[in-house]
Structure formats: structure tokens, C-alpha cells
């Protein structure tokens, strides 16, 4: 049996979440949805994902300040940030910590499948 990668999604926006879990099932991925970053790193049970979606906008914790709190620790898997807010200082430092994509909200479905199946291929290889 093949092993179908798995996808969290972290974002505090229901319907953002929903949404991109739908699409993500739709691609043939299994689609694991956090509200908070905070709520992902207590996750223990699960195991990591073979990718992360992350909005950077979010209370409590950003996605950029998830990504240094994973990369600190060790754990590294392709990331895919999005955001309504893009600036580019948080484009670079999210790229420069090996994020795979900087995708500004709202994205078009062709635009997240592409930038998912990239890092899906990245992380086999």
C-alpha cells in the first residue's frame, strides 16, 4: 500500500481551513487542519506532516514564528506560507528559512496544487 502525504493546514480562518482541506482531499492528499500554531505544536501524536500549509497572519503565534520554533527543533518538512499581508520582509526571512512558497490570499486552487505537488516532490527526494 502507498503511503498518501499528509498535509497540515494552519490558519485561524475556518472557512479558509475547510477550504483548503477540501482541495487538498480533492488532490489525493489526506488534509490535517490546526486553528493555531500553538494547536499544531501540540500535536504530538500525529507525527510530522509531509507538508505544512501556514497563514502568517494569526493570533497567538505567526506562521514565520512557527517556522523558526520547527526549524530550531529539528523538525523539517516543506512549508508553504500564505498570507492577505504579504511584505517582503517576511517573504525573504520565511524563504531564506527554506519555506517552499510565499502565496499571497486569496490563491487560486491551480496555484496551491502547484506549490504543494513541488514540495510533495521535493520532500521524496
Do not use: W
Not at 500535536?43 to 501556514?54: N, V, Y
Not at 497572519?57 to 523539517?76: K, N, W, Y
Not at 516543506?78 to 510565499?102: D, H, K, N, S, Y
Amino acid at each position: 500500500m502507498q503511503h498518501r502525504c499528509t498535509v497540515a493546514i494552519v490558519d485561524d480562518d475556518d472557512g479558509v481551513r475547510n477550504s483548503l482541506a477540501s482541495l487538498i482531499r480533492s488532490l489525493g492528499y489526506e488534509a490535517r487542519g490546526y486553528s493555531s500554531a500553538p494547536q499544531f505544536l501540540a500535536d504530538h501524536e500525529s507525527g510530522d506532516p509531509d507538508c505544512m500549509i501556514a497563514d502568517i497572519q494569526m493570533p497567538e503565534m505567526t506562521g514565520d514564528e512557527l517556522q523558526a520554533i520547527l526549524v530550531a527543533s529539528g523538525r523539517r518538512f516543506p512549508m508553504i506560507f500564505m498570507t492577505a499581508f504579504p511584505t517582503a520582509l517576511v517573504r525573504e526571512r520565511v524563504l531564506a528559512a527554506g519555506a517552499c512558497a510565499f502565496i499571497e490570499k486569496p490563491a487560486e486552487s491551480d496555484t496551491i496544487a502547484h506549490h504543494l505537488a513541488l514540495a510533495v516532490t521535493h520532500r521524496r527526494a
